[in-house]
């Protein structure tokens, strides 16, 4: 057994994810320390104010305001405060003391990240920021790592949430804009002053984050043509809905050759734009995000999930703590492939599914209700039963037919319970035969 | 700038993944140089015959039948041999030899991974397998880095190429199960004996790796429940389609507890399932894979992309050469956020892009023709005309209108060229008002 030393993660910041974060680190402490080979220690949050009222679970005690302090002796200091400074003072300080840093700050990577990138290598210390482009989502890692050995030719991105929800009310449920964005700002999804996501501040950031990334070129986010989605009218996404189209707000980095100058570079920009009802990216609903690559070798890519929130985009910061944290206690991945979890493997008689059952049954009163005491009886719960419609005649009359079709949607229920319903199916008197029996997934 | 000095890579197996990298590593060796901050070396490519013919770009000297010698002396080993022996011990040897191991061999690691995983520890080296999962997809890095401080609770992936390609054959163009898997074979998705595919042998292996990555625990490929599609009907397809669902053969892994004993614990599974058509899943088609993860924190996930193809799991493969590659040279992600390309950014008047204008016109001949001359003369070529339903008054009877609404579609054209039209467009005497101008992406 690897003998464990305490990391210190110091927290600079404690809004919605700073304090999902120091919540998950304190609750999860020992898995955390299981995975990374280590025990992870939250020294401290640095915040503005400590008296300030706050819904959280980690100990008051650990706020502080003196954040230099902080940084001083941790190995790991995760920045989310956001804004310019003093995230950027502070990162660097951290970066200088030898701790790696993790940061959601698209605002301050798309700023200074050449900066902050230099300072870590000289020093040779680590900068994360899988939480700053796509929330929940792996984007970063896939396009620094999985496809380091490719070469990125596209990409098209849905990198903010708050424009994508509103888009998509006026799509579905024929919202106006301005009633999508009041909405939007009721649950929560867009700030009090929405003009770094409406106006495409916010996806021009992330663009120059993706594009610098994607093709090892610095790509400020100034550089990123920029329109927002104030001018689409509710008339526009149902005339596009109609001829096959869906309209959304997209992050588009590319290669290309100017048209006029014959240069080879790259380009970077944010716009609606209309898609086909048939791309990936049409299906992106509310205020999810995603990320299609398109590559030379690997071809089209799609990455989906959860854009924003909290606790979503804790599990990205967290994921780049364990990553730093490993690198801490052995330079490497850590004990990632290890499996001190050792969790029982159930068989199968341990799962519950629930299960769609077709019967030809006997067509006579009485018969349905027997059929559902069948199921009962053998402790399977019917959600739904649905008769098919009886096959027609030349003359578009019901044939006759002694028998008819149930198409039985079970609630959950065991294997055994299930066999033991579909032996007893096929000997009841009023059953001619079990058609089909299938296993229903992902409701 | 950093002094490079050459890594020294062996490759075990020439076959469609195995050729396809050794002609990636030389034809990109430059490209992959800067990124890595090292140059890259192909020392040998380790065959059975060195004389059998094969359709590669890289020299044929290369090739040799001595593996373990090429195995000494290498910095990286990349094994694309597939089967349990020898590849298993040659493994063993490169690991032992202090080499970094990259593989796409699921059955070995179904097989024998805690042992090359425990070795790999042992003496320091790193294990890759990015390939081994879901071909070209990014999955094996998310979950093992980016979810490192998350709670995976379930996985429902589409795992294997064949089945998917077969099955969506049937949905969407109801062809029998044994029509679907000749037509399969047919275009190279099935191999001569597709056993391992049908009968799910393949994605169980998979799900085996998924869920011990997942779980933090060892899941053997046979104590994964597992049922192929030989028994899937096109009429239990056509059934469900109907019924609002698509049939895919699924690979599940999931946290439960076991109904009957209370134990907590962990399943994986393999079994065709009825999944909504609404579910992200539902619309992975053709030989795609998607693996869809629900975490915690982060909530649902989705990774889409190619699942097999020579070039496409060489994209995979290579991505682990390179992080292995940096590994070597600093001991992290290397040069991974460098601007080593250092390309133009170029302007938003290099984009050209498809268009789709919304004009109102007067409704008397001749207008079209003038219409589509006037983009012509400003040099953007219209690829479609659309005019739309006039609109219907109380009775039914389009409505009396001089006016009539055109949608016009374009070809690629550049901003300045499309300005100019719509310029042009607005002056126009017989266009009352340009009421819509979208861009159309995706295509």
Redesign the interface.
């Known amino acids: 057994m690897i003998e464990y030393r305490n990391l210190r993660v110091a927290l600079l910041g404690a809004g919605s994810v700073g304090a ?1 974060v120091a919540d ?1 680190l304190l609750t ?1 402490r020992d ?2 320390a ?2 990374i080979g280590a025990g992870i220690e939250l020294v401290g949050v640095a915040v503005r104010d400590v008296d300030a009222p706050r819904d959280t679970v980690f100990p008051r005690e650990l706020l502080t305001t003196d954040a230099e302090s902080l940084i001083l002796g941790s190995d790991i200091v995760v920045e989310l405060m956001g804004g310019l400074e003093p995230a950027r003072t502070l990162i660097l300080q951290a970066l200088n003391s030898g701790a790696d840093v993790i940061t959601a700050n698209k605002a301050l990577l798309a700023t200074h ?2 900066e902050l ?1 230099e300072v ?2 000289q020093v ?1 210390a ?2 994360y920021y ?1 939480a700053a482009v796509g929330g ?3 984007i970063i ?2 396009l ?8 990125v030719e596209r990409i ?1 991105g849905i990198v903010n949430g708050t424009t994508n929800f509103s888009l998509d009310l006026m799509d579905t449920r024929g919202e106006t804009m301005e009633h999508a964005l009041a909405i939007a700002t009721e649950l929560g999804y867009a700030e009090a002053d929405p003009t770094a996501d409406i106006g495409g501040y916010d996806a021009a950031q992330k663009a120059g984050i993706l594009a ?2 994607a ?5 400020p986010a100034d ?1 990123v ?1 920029r329109e927002g989605i104030t001018e689409v ?1 509710l ?2 996404v149902v ?2 809905r109609k ?1 096959g ?1 869906v ?1 959304k707000l ?1 992050a ?1 980095c590319e ?7 014959g ?7 944010v ?6 009802d048939t ?5 992106v609903h509310g205020a999810n995000n995603a990320v ?1 690559v398109e ?1 030379e ?10 854009g924003a ?1 909290g ?2 985009t ?10 730093a944290a ?2 801490h206690v ?4 850590g ?19 629930r299960y ?1 059952i ?1 019967l030809v049954v006997v067509d006579e009163p009485g018969v349905l209700a027997g059929i559902a005491a069948l199921f009962q009886n053998h402790g399977v719960s019917v959600e739904t039963v ?1 008769q098919s419609v009886a096959s027609r005649d030349a003359a578009g009359q019901p044939e006759a037919s002694d028998a008819a079709t149930l ?1 039985i949607g079970t609630h959950a229920a ?1 294997e055994a319970d299930l066999a033991a319903t579909v032996a007893a199916l096929t000997t009841s008197s009023v059953v001619h035969s079990v ?2 029996v ?6």
Chains 1, 2 share one sequence.
């Open positions: 999902q998950q999860h898995e955390l299981a995975r990240g050449p990138f870590a290598e040779g680590q900068l899988e929940a989502i792996p890692r896939p620094r790592d999985s496809l380091a050995g490719d070469r098209l610098s990334l093709f090892h070129t610095l790509v550089a043509y009218t008339e526009q005339a596009a001829a189209y309209v997209l588009i290669r290309l050759t100017d048209p006029v100058t240069i080879e570079g790259v380009s970077a920009r716009h609606p734009a209309l898609i086909p791309h990936p990216l049409a299906a299609f590559a070798a690997a071809g089209p890519l799609m990455f989906y999930g959860a929130g606790i979503q804790a599990s990205a910061v967290l994921g780049d703590v364990v990553s490993r690198r052995v330079g490497g991945p004990v990632a492939e290890s499996t001190h979890a050792d969790l029982p493997v159930l068989p199968m008689t341990a799962v519950t599914t769609q077709t649905q198409v065991s058609t089909s299938l296993r229903v997934e992902g409701l």
